[in-house]
Structure formats: structure tokens, C-alpha cells
């Protein structure tokens, strides 16, 4: 248990996290920062904290961790700002779901202090957004990837593990670079291919809308994500995003010969493929 | 209400016609078909129906209303053998995904005879398949169009689309060839899109099992459909399937060029656009 926990933010992540830190008693405190006066003056009304701060050296006073959750083009910057005042020893982490960049800036500011910082991944988002949707069982049987740098101590790794633990995911351990070519395959590029069909069908609103059934609604669902925060995701994982969109093409490529050949064999061998995969994974009811 | 109804084929959709059928009590008998000795057996002991046949003579004998379930590249033959048999004045429709070749089949085998052909397509499919999965409730709030041709008397018409509304379906009418257009927008690409996506990531199996979210989950779920079936609706619509194909590709190349060119604003639009698309359907909770 951590004597006082401030989270960065009060989005749906970070909202979730309060309300899950508080639901699991994993902190005696619990502060939140806001950078605006009216999303605190939200904060102080819907979610359960001990104080709301909009200023970041008042929110990190007496804390012994700390959570950023904000877009992750801001993450670096807020790091900055933290890593002077952050408290003797204590250990900051981030939600950002690209992580290279950020580490690296990480690496640099920590270096000389007490204080800590590992980056986390909890694969818990939605394509809903905003406190008005937090939620406390976010985190349950998800996956979290944290990315220690090798120079990181096993005591704050394992601190790290175990809040993630607690909060019901299932944790993982990978080197941010690792993490970010891994992230631009299984969340980026599905997030990208979304966006994509939902882009190419958007003329055909109306028709759409009374004609789609459940196989569109599936498909396109995350790619009704916050444009803003998915622009700084893709933006900052893209290079690994557009080897990703190779393979993805490669594989159009194959099925649209496919298609225009009529070999059903091959079509329903590529299907075949396809289905295999989708069954592999796990988190379906 | 029907005196009787045959319904062709226990797999998903025609299993859970019966049990919807016998929920509502749109029907006084329920017969099914089903071609082989193991199915048969197998529905008489799972299914709530009057008789089982496996002969289509027995099975149409005495129906004013019959239902074919098979898959799509099939419902061609199986008109071809119940036109001559089917009971005078009754009503003949299909549950296929493509229209424009059944109905045009259909319109000369029925066009000298008293019992009428109606297409119809209940979009109320799954990833899932079988008798297994089963589901009276698979109706509610989906869209379900019929495709009568010019020629279909209004009466056959008003009784098919009431059928369909008593189980809870939202119908629509639409000619065939336009219903085959708007279902490779808004159906069968989607399910190419989401196969392509599978396809492209299936070498990383374990990583993905692993490490993906709900995003992955829910972009793939569709491409976990059954291939057989998936290969004769993909083929049977092929034409129309490669021209939104064609459009899906044209999103594509905009995509790639805005990445490739961190044009940031671009793509928060682009993305906006698409989130935009999302948001105008209907059917998320």
C-alpha cells in the first residue's frame, strides 16, 4: 500500500484509477491534478479524492507515486516538470501507450535522483473517453506491459507489478522499443485499420445506419476513439506503425488477387487463416 | 400466423428461426430439413419442432411457408428442387447475404406456378456458427431486407415483412442488385477487412494472445466467422466486393500518405471523420 498516490490527469484512465485505488484500498491518499479550474471543480464533485491540485508541484507534494495519465504527447513534458520536485525514492510511472521516446526522456531527468520512473502500459482504454465514463473494473483481466530500462531496480519493478496486480490485470515485462513495434501490430494498426474502413464507408452515413448489422458495428467501434488522443498515439509509434500497415497491405494484396482470381480454395484457406487467429486469442466470452 | 413452416437447414440462423418461431407462435407446425442422417438425429433432440425430414418433398409437404438456411452458394439448387413441389399459394424466401443470382433463379422457376419466391436477408449473423449457438433473441433490433422483384404480389410481401417484424426485426426493401451493392459496403467488406487484419498479424499468435486489448479484439471478432460460408458469400458478390474494395484502398493510400508525411492535422480530421462515421450507427449499447 502506497501513503499517498497522485494521479496526473482526471481522464477516463485516470478517473478509473482513482476510483479502482480507492475500491481496492491501495493507497491511505489519493490526489488528483487538473490542469483547468473547471474539470477540477468536476473532480472535486464526482470522484473520490482527498485533493484535487492544479499545480503540479503541490499535486506530487507527498507522494510516493505517481501516476501520469495524460495524451501521451504531453507525458515528456509533465516528466520534466515532475523529476525536480518528485519526493526522495518515490517511483513515477505513466499510462502512455508508446513508450520508446518517452523512456529515453525519462532516462535522462531521473538519472541523478532518488526517484524513480517506469513506464506502464495498461491496455485498458475504450473508445469512450472522460471521467463521465470511469470505471473501476477497467483494469480486470487486461493486460499491462511495464518498460523498466535496464538501469531500474527490481525493488520499484516489482512495486510497479504488484499495483498493477492488484488492480486485476495481468502484467507484462518488455523493453520500450519492444513495446512499441509489438503496440504498432496488435493496438495501432488495428486502431488505424478501423479508422480506415470507417473513413472509406463515411459518405453512406445514412444508409449505414439503418443497414449495418453487427459485423460493422464490431469492426469500426475503435475507431470512434478520441481523434486527438489517437493522432499523438500514431504519430509518435510511426515508424513502427507504417512497417505494421506493410504487412497489413501485403496481405490485402494476397487476398484481393485472391478474390479476383475466384480460387475459393485459396479464399477459404486465407479465411481459414484468419479464423484461426481470431480463436487464438483470448477474451472472448 | 402460418399453418405451417419449413425451415431448410439447422445451422445457426435456421435453428434459431424455430426457437424464435415457437417462442412468438407464428406458426402452428414447424417441420425442418436436415441433409444428413447425424443433423437430423441431432435436431430432433435439441430443437422444439414437429417433424424432421430429410427428404425436401416431405419436408415442403403441407407448408404455406418455407425458409431457406443453407449456405449461400446452395439456395440456387435447392430452389430449383422445391419450385416444382411447393404447396399452391405459399410463400418461398431464403435467409442469404447476396440476393441478385438467387432471385434472379428464382424469378423463372416460380414465374408459371401459384407459390411466390421473396428474398430476404436477416442480418442477424455472429462469428459463431451451429445448432450449438442457437439464439431466439439473434433477431431483435437487426435490420432484416427483403428483395421482392417488380413482379411479387404486395400481399406475400406484407405477410413476409411481418414475419419478420414479429421477430423483432427492423425490415427494409430494396431491389437485389442494390441490396448486393450496399451489402459489400456495409457487410462484406468489413468482414474482408477484418480477415486482412488477421491475416496479416497470424504469425504472431502467441504475443497476440498475449498483448491485445479490446481493439484488436473487436476489429478481428468478425474474421473468426466460418470459412466455407464466408467464401461462397465473399465469391458470390465478388464484383461488388472489389469495387468497396477499391474504396477501402483509396482511404488506405490517404492514410499512409498523412502518416508518412506527420501531417498532424490531417490525420486528427482524418481520424475525426472516421470517429464521426462510427457515432452515426446505431446499436452500441
Not at 501507450?97 to 532518488?114: G, P, R, T, Y
Request: glycine residues 6%.
Amino acid at each position: 500500500m502506497f501513503e499517498q498516490v497522485t494521479v496526473i490527469g482526471p481522464g477516463l484512465l485516470g478517473s478509473s484509477l482513482v476510483l479502482a485505488i480507492q475500491e481496492r484500498g491501495l493507497a491511505k491518499k489519493v490526489v488528483i491534478w487538473a490542469r483547468s479550474e473547471k474539470t477540477a471543480e468536476k473532480t472535486r464533485k464526482k470522484l473520490p479524492v482527498d485533493r484535487v491540485e492544479q499545480d503540479l508541484e503541490n499535486s506530487v507534494q507527498g507522494s510516493d507515486f505517481v501516476v501520469i495519465c495524460t495524451p501521451v504527447e504531453t507525458i515528456a513534458a509533465i516528466l520534466k516538470k515532475i523529476a525536480p520536485i518528485a519526493e526522495d525514492d518515490s517511483i513515477v510511472t505513466d499510462v502512455g501507450s508508446v513508450k520508446a521516446l518517452i523512456c529515453q526522456e525519462a532516462k535522462n531527468l531521473f538519472k541523478s535522483i532518488s526517484a524513480s520512473f517506469i513506464g506502464s502500459h495498461p491496455m485498458a482504454g475504450s473508445e469512450k473517453s472522460g471521467m463521465e465514463n470511469a470505471d473501476p473494473k477497467l483494469f480486470i483481466n487486461q493486460p499491462c506491459i511495464i518498460t523498466p530500462l535496464a538501469s531500474e531496480e527490481e525493488l520499484g519493478i516489482d512495486k510497479l507489478l504488484n499495483f498493477w496486480t492488484e488492480l486485476g490485470m495481468v502484467t507484462y515485462r518488455l523493453g520500450p522499443k519492444e513495446h512499441d513495434q509489438k503496440m504498432a501490430l496488435f493496438s495501432h494498426l488495428p486502431h488505424l485499420v478501423s479508422s480506415i474502413l470507417s473513413h472509406s464507408i463515411s459518405s453512406h452515413t445514412e444508409d449505414a445506419r439503418q443497414l449495418s448489422g453487427q459485423g460493422l458495428r464490431d469492426t469500426v467501434r475503435i475507431s470512434g476513439g478520441d481523434p486527438n488522443l489517437w493522432t499523438g498515439i500514431l504519430s509518435e509509434n510511426k515508424n513502427n506503425l507504417l512497417e505494421s500497415l506493410d504487412k497489413f497491405e501485403e496481405s490485402l494484396k494476397v487476398a484481393r488477387s485472391i478474390l479476383t482470381g475466384q480460387q475459393r480454395k485459396s479464399l477459404c484457406s486465407f479465411l481459414e487463416e484468419a479464423a484461426q487467429f481470431k480463436k487464438s486469442l483470448k477474451g472472448y466470452e
